[in-house]
T-cell receptor, first 114, second 111 residues
Framework: DTGVSQNPRHKITKRGQNVTFRCDPI?????LYWYRQTLGQGPEFLTY????????KSRLLSDRFSAERPKGSFSTLEIQRTEQGDSAMYLC????????????FGQGTRLTVV | KQEVTQIPAALSVPEGENLVLNCSFT??????LQWFRQDPGKGLTSLLL?????REQTSGRLNASLDKSSGRSTLYIAASQPGDSATYLC??????????FGSGTKLNVKP
């Protein structure tokens, strides 16, 4: 396993369209996180899964955002009716269960809404 | 509210210099702290993880320290190289669910 994989790497979409991103975590990791990062800022938490259960969602995650992790493996993040303010880097991370474990991030998906 | 601050926001040094990046956090009840490197347009690469019970961790030319009581961590880079140029982010884990990130320090090492 070569690490956390995210697809696509880049996505350009027109305002109002729906987009979906995919994250494949490191295979034995049961925790999966989604973060959003805008230029010059640190990543901000969006949501977190333990296995297939979505345990926490940020208030940043409006009703237009939905995330799933069927069967506790890969995860998808969907944004409906995209807005220009959604333009950002979307990062996925995974880790093993436990407070002393290291988190590993993917290369991110860069979304541009025009 | 948990806040993480990184100073300086940007740093430019000549090659070979030793340098220190700072990270401060408002709530000392952390589980662990992790330092990451981010190259432009790329994801985050984990550098060092310090558990709450530890004082420091070392990896090659990197040394990270943690002082929970004062809410501070430092990342020391020895003998800096142009390839070290990147943004360095610290992230604090307060519970199992999420990391709180600083805004990063953008490092430029000049040949």
């Amino acid at each position: 396993d070569t690490g956390v994989s995210q697809n696509p790497r880049h996505k350009i979409t027109k305002r109002g369209q729906n987009v979906t991103f995919r994250c494949d975590p490191i295979s034995e990791h049961n925790r999966l996180y989604w973060y959003r990062q805008t230029l010059g800022q640190g990543p901000e938490f969006l949501t977190y899964f333990q296995n297939e259960a979505q345990l926490e969602k940020s208030r940043l995650l409006s009703d237009r955002f939905s995330a799933e992790r069927p069967k506790g493996s890969f995860s998808t993040l969907e944004i409906q009716r995209t807005e220009q303010g959604d333009s950002a880097m979307y990062l996925c991370a995974s880790s093993l269960q436990g407070w002393d474990t290291e988190a590993f991030f993917g290369q991110g998906t860069r979304l541009t809404v025009v | 509210k948990q806040e993480v601050t990184q100073i300086p926001a940007a740093l430019s040094v000549p090659e070979g210099e030793n340098l220190v990046l700072n990270c401060s956090f408002t709530d000392s009840a952390i589980y662990n702290l992790q330092w990451f490197r981010q190259d432009p347009g790329k994801g985050l690469t984990s550098l060092l993880l310090i558990q709450s019970s530890q004082r420091e961790q070392t990896s090659g030319r990197l040394n990270a320290s943690l002082d929970k009581s004062s809410g501070r961590s430092t990342l020391y880079i020895a003998a800096s190289q142009p390839g070290d140029s990147a943004t360095y982010l610290c992230a604090v884990l307060y519970n199992f669910n999420k990391f709180y990130f600083g805004s990063g320090t953008k490092l430029n090492v000049k040949p």
